[in-house]
């Protein structure tokens, strides 16, 4: 179907960025990545996969391949009021702004509208993967999936459920509406037949759902084989009101793991204060978290420790979380991802070098720098800050990792289906379009700091390119 030749640069599960320059990628039919090699053994691939020489498209100069971004956590209907109301908690957010417009959800042509430019607008950003959160509305959540899969999109669509605890009683369900409107939903879902859009069980978070619900949802993702995605730990108020409406438990991971909510197909949320105790929990059940700093930040949440997460070997993606967080790109979270990191590394240096002298502080920082190794610039083998290329794996491979998809996507190995982004730095007008001097690593890094959607010049979809849009979505 495609032959493409040129630099592509993706995440291993050794090497957190590898850059492949002079390659040959060749697509089959399914969509799957048949080969990947150098471009010197053009002639045999040509051969022995059987196409054309002529037929290779050849990238521009200094244009290269990247995996397709997974948005691992993020609320559809939220776009409608993007960028507004983040001068308050998150309590008191969700009752005065989040729940009285989700509520508006239950109009279709208002869900239709919001739901398509959600989607046009992430594709366009290179998210090729999104884990949605809906409403608690079943027929708009199947109006959503609609459209994910009309645009190519591979995505986890979730209608939301919550039946208690709610400030605004306006927006809430009963226990069993709760129940068999999820249900509902899954076998709508399922007769759907989508390709790459799926049904994920969605109680809100542990605050507005009952234990009655979130047993009976823990039973329902079970016999249905589904993924599971939540809230967790997100807001020191937050967590208290946890602790108060479940008392028998002895933290918020158990509410969620005592109930079936822990599984290796989930993922969580926030998990700003997590405990290491906690973490562990996450890793023996093979469930991940999303890091949504941009969210953490805006709304004064907190902030996630990803490199601790990372040394714990708990599974990790990256999250917009709009609209708690302001951006629907990705290429945002991996700079507030980088940023958290830095700013926790600086606080935390700051307290043990308060007793030190200028000499070993000067040490100390270059104990951040980067260590060279074969031909990964970089590992970060539990260094105190995520480098560029760990919060890249975060947004692509990690991202796959977290939603248990990384046997089909979020790098360019042999068999995975072919979901990638064609980025060309030369654009004209674009933040960085004079930089011919740089390396290729240079080159991604500065895409990643400086770049956007006019950088993302094409996005594919198992193979099907599905930016620029179709004429048919
Ligand atoms: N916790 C429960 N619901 C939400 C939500 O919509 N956004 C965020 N950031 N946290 C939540
Ligand atoms: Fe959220």
Redesign the pocket.
């Known amino acids: 179907q495609h032959v493409f030749r040129g630099t592509f640069v993706h995440s291993t599960q050794t090497c957190p960025m590898e850059v492949l320059e002079n390659h040959i990628l060749g697509v089959g039919s399914t969509g799957k990545i048949l080969f990947i090699e150098h471009a010197e053994k053009e002639a045999q691939l040509a051969l022995k996969w059987k196409f054309d020489e002529s037929k290779i498209e050849d990238l521009g100069k200094n244009e290269f391949f990247m995996p397709g971004m997974i948005d691992t956590h993020i609320?559809a209907p939220?776009y409608s009021f993007i960028g507004s109301g983040m001068d308050r908690p998150?309590l008191q957010?969700?009752e005065h702004i989040?729940f009285p417009t989700e509520e508006k959800f239950s109009d279709l042509d208002l869900a239709s509208n919001i739901y398509e430019t959600v989607v046009r607008r992430t594709l366009k950003n290179g998210t090729t993967t999104a884990c949605y959160?809906a409403t608690i509305h079943t027929d708009a959540s199947l109006v959503l999936a609609d459209i994910a899969d009309r645009y190519g999109q591979r995505a986890f669509i979730g209608k939301v459920c919550m039946d208690s605890n709610t400030a605004y009683p306006e927006y809430i369900e009963s226990t069993e509406e709760s129940i068999a409107e999820t249900q509902r939903f899954v076998e709508a879902m399922q007769n759907m037949k989508y390709d790459r859009v799926k049904p994920i069980i969605t109680p809100?978070?542990a605050?507005?759902c009952s234990e009655r619900l979130l047993c009976e949802l823990g039973r329902l993702a079970d016999s249905y084989g589904l993924h599971i995605q939540s809230?967790i730990s997100?807001s020191v108020a937050?967590i208290q009101e946890v602790l108060n409406l479940f008392p028998e438990y002895n933290n918020y991971t158990e509410v969620y793991s005592k109930n079936k909510l822990l599984t290796n197909m989930t993922v969580m949320?926030?998990g700003c204060y997590l405990t290491d105790e906690e973490l562990h929990l996450f890793r023996s059940n093979g469930s991940a978290i999303s890091h949504?700093p941009n969210?953490n930040i805006s709304?004064c949440?907190g902030h996630l420790d990803v490199s601790n997460v990372i040394k714990q070997k708990v599974k990790v993606g990256l999250g917009t979380?709009i609209a708690?967080g302001y951006s629907i790109s990705m290429l945002d979270a991996i700079r507030k991802a980088i940023e958290t990191s830095k700013i926790l590394f600086m606080e935390r240096e700051k307290r043990r070098k308060e007793s030190k002298t200028i000499h070993n502080h000067l040490q100390e920082e270059n104990g951040m720098l980067p260590e060279k190794e074969c031909n990964c610039r970089i590992k970060n083998n539990g260094k105190k800050v995520l480098s560029d290329q760990e919060a890249f794996r975060l947004a692509t491979l990690g991202g796959s990792q977290a939603l248990n998809i990384d046997h089909i996507t979020g790098n360019f190995e042999i068999n995975k289906e072919f979901d990638a982004l064609l980025i060309s730095p030369e654009i004209h007008n674009s933040p960085f379009d004079v930089f011919s001097q740089f390396s290729k690593e240079d080159m991604v890094q500065r895409f990643l700091y400086l770049g956007d959607d006019r950088n993302i010049k094409a996005v594919y979809v198992a193979g099907r390119r599905v930016v620029p849009f179709q004429n048919n979505s």
């Open positions: 609320h939220q998150l957010w969700l989040t959160f809100r978070f605050v507005s809230h997100e937050e949320a926030h949504c969210s709304l949440s979380d708690g």
